[in-house]
């Protein structure tokens, strides 16, 4: 056992491990091994971190839809960035509630599933993120700005 791995059980056995955020003993917004991401007085998350949690649930995402949705790998990259997008937004059983927009894009009519996913009260919610994602889904391009 190497001394990083010594000190690291050391630390998980004393600082316990936490997959969720918790306050800890003395109020202080804490996560994993004793992490402090409190606003007030905590490291919170470096970009690092945060890059790293992204690309895992970014990968954990399109996983999701590739075994939910056969025509999913079949979509360009711009429109999966689209629906990856959403769904990391809403989760899979939100998503699965858009069964006119499903459809649309299992036909390939991406009009029809943009029109259907403005006409939602998600997108109402969204605001202008909606309104991009379905640009992007009409016109299978990233310059939408």
């Known amino acids: ?5 010594r000190l690291k059980s050391l630390l998980r056995k004393h600082e316990g491990v936490k997959h969720h ?3 800890c003993t003395s109020g202080q917004w804490t996560i994993g091994v004793g992490r402090n991401i409190d606003d007030r007085s905590g490291l919170g998350l470096s970009d690092h971190e945060v890059d ?9 995402t399109e996983a999701e839809l590739i ?6 790998e079949g979509l360009t ?6 629906i990856i997008d959403i769904c990391f937004n809403i989760g899979l059983p939100r998503l699965r509630k858009f069964v006119r927009a499903i459809a649309a894009l ?10 259907e996913f403005l006409d939602s009260r998600w997108s109402r919610q969204v605001g202008k993120r909606s309104e991009r994602l379905a640009n992007m889904l009409i016109n ?3 310059d939408v700005e």
């Open 140 to 142: 299978d391009s990233y």
């Open 77 to 82: 990259n711009v429109r999966q960035d689209v």
């Open 21 to 23: 955020a918790y306050k």
């Open 67 to 72: 075994n939910a949705f056969s025509w999913f």
């Open 106 to 115: 299992d036909a390939g009519d991406y009009d029809k599933a943009a029109l």
């Open 52 to 60: 790293y949690m992204l690309e895992n649930d970014i990968q954990r």
């Open 1 to 5: 056992m190497t001394k990083r791995t």
